[in-house]
């Protein structure tokens, strides 16, 4: 088995763009998506400025952490080592984009499956090289053979007179970049100045450090000192309102029934409607929505059952549609218990409910934490966060639920949904304090000082404010617990849109 691998001259490379040119004819790439594309970086202060061009492309790497988190293995190993892609696969998640730390994988507006670079894999094949290797004037793309010790790209990788991008994800990358400018190859070192690009309009999908986040960021000030990314292709974000609603329909599903499993612990099980029926038709519901915002979110809605018939068992996302279906089952079996009026029953769900529950609010934590591109979600406190969210998002639903029947131990309730909300922000505000490296910090930056600043307000005010709400009871509980929800599924849409804000490319 072979390990082929690009050697990308960036000394050589004289920014003429016929190997995008090359991969578009070659594959059919539609406009405004790119498979590979040249990056123009200048450094220095006029008159004394020097251009830059490297070529972006997949990365090939050893240990793919996008085939990892693909749900259908849509995204796979070839014979000779080239990662590449099935389209017949690929149920359009997104989940791969934002699992991959170069930015180099797209949804195709033509097939909505993703795509990438796969080294021209059908010409290797054939014992052709890929079309960018065969137009590139300067000969500054070269294929080399990793597992030969002779060859370039194995000598530049040996002696360390290559650079490769983003190392610090050791993803094992097979591109080796020659004779590099490394502002050129860290997306965080360059930056797009204010009056734009050469030959493009810039666009919010032209993702770049902004100020307030050069600001925040080690070991800079103003940006002045960085040198100017002068041309670049656009990468809008993948993730939005769906998945943050997502995550707080799950939270309401979990928490509902971690507070009727709180109250047959209590000693209510006796209540049929309050503990044995309504719960699980309220999460049951909730679960629903989750589901059609989960299948919505695909660009192939279709395949959804792909994740079951065609399941990755590395990928989180699979492993939560496990722990979802298993919750389901557990959700069912309370209901029919309660409609029955078998209270003695109720306790022997209790356990399992409340970890499948636990696993429905928590699993996104191992999901975020395949997003390996996405430095923001996998910190270690995203697990505590999500579970305290659950808690109260649980206690909220069930305040409004008690202007509409007499829910037993509401007092308890009351002190679970404090709890939970102190919990929430706590660890939301120690993630915030904490220090962190530049990438989590410039989506910090953009989570509480830049675009999504309205947002993480709005929950920052909300979630105090609810606390005296509560503790009224009746119509102002009722009203603390929706305020609750709003400001949940305002830090949530945040989190998810800070993730992103960080340029990788």
């Known amino acids: 088995m072979t390990r082929l691998g690009f050697v990308l001259d960036s000394g050589s490379c004289i920014g003429c763009h016929a190997c995008t040119v090359a991969c578009k004819s070659e594959h059919d790439v539609p406009i405004g998506v790119n498979r590979t594309w040249v990056k123009y970086v200048e ?19 050893e240990d793919a952490p996008c085939m990892t988190i693909c749900p259908t293995s849509a995204l796979f190993r070839a014979d000779n080592g080239v990662v590449d892609f099935d389209d017949h696969n690929c149920i359009g998640c997104k989940a791969c984009i934002n699992a991959c730390p170069y930015d180099a994988i797209y949804i195709n507006p033509a097939t909505s499956t993703a795509h990438k670079c796969n080294f021209c894999n059908h010409r290797i094949e054939e014992g052709l090289e890929p079309s960018c290797v065969i137009v590139c004037p300067t000969r500054a793309i070269r294929v080399g053979d990793l597992d030969d010790p002779d060859s370039e790209i194995s000598r530049l990788h040996a002696n360390g007179d290559g650079r490769v991008r983003t190392p610090e994800q050791k993803t094992r990358p ?63 974000p993948t993730w939005g309102s769906m998945v943050s609603g ?7 599903a979990a928490g509902v029934m971690l507070v009727a499993a709180l109250l047959v612990v209590l000693g209510h099980g006796s209540e049929q409607a309050a503990v044995g029926i309504v719960p699980p038709m309220v999460a049951g519901a909730f679960l629903v929505l989750t589901g059609a915002l989960l299948v919505g979110d695909l660009r192939q809605p279709a395949r959804f059952h792909y994740l079951i018939t065609r399941g990755n068992r590395t990928s989180w996302l699979v492993k939560g549609a496990y722990v979802l279906a298993g919750f389901a089952v557990c959700l069912a079996a309370w209901w029919i218990v309660g ?167």
């Not at 008159?47 to 090939?60: A, G, I, K, L, W």
């Not at 902004?210 to 040198?227: E, I």
């Not at 997502?246 to 309401?252: D, E, G, H, Q, S």
């Open 246 to 252: 997502y995550l707080v329909t799950k939270a309401i």
């Open 43 to 61: 450094t220095g202060i006029f008159p004394d400025t020097d251009r830059h061009f490297s070529v972006m492309r997949c990365n090939q790497c």
């Open 339 to 505: 409609l029955t009026g078998a209270a003695g029953i109720l306790p022997l769900l209790v356990v399992p409910t409340v970890l499948l529950a636990l696993g429905t609010a928590g699993y996104t934590a191992f999901l975020f934490a395949q997003c390996e591109g996405r430095d923001l979600w996998q910190g270690g406190l995203l697990l505590p966060v999500l579970l305290s969210q659950a808690v109260v998002a649980g206690g909220a639903a069930t305040m409004i639920l008690d202007l509409f029947m007499n829910i037993p131990e509401i007092a308890a309730v009351q002190t679970m949904l404090a709890v939970g909300l102190a919990a929430n922000m706590l660890l939301v505000v120690v993630e915030v304090r904490s220090s962190h490296s530049r990438h989590v910090t410039m989506a910090i930056a953009d989570l509480t000082l830049g675009a999504q600043r309205t947002r993480y307000l709005l929950w920052l005010f909300l979630t105090p404010a609810v606390l005296p709400l509560i503790l009224l009871g009746g119509v102002a509980a009722a009203i603390g617990g929706a305020c609750a929800l709003i400001g949940l599924f305002a830090y949530e849409d945040a989190y998810v849109r800070a993730g992103q804000s960080v340029p990788l490319s």
């Open 174 to 236: 097979r591109v080796i970049y020659k004779d590099a400018e490394p502002s050129s190859l860290d997306p965080l070192a360059a930056a797009i100045a204010p009056d734009g690009l050469i030959w493009a309009d810039t666009t919010p999908a032209h993702s770049t450090p902004t100020p307030v986040a050069l600001t925040a960021a080690p070991d800079r000030d103003d940006g002045a000192d960085m040198a100017r990314t002068v041309y670049t292709t656009q990468h809008k």
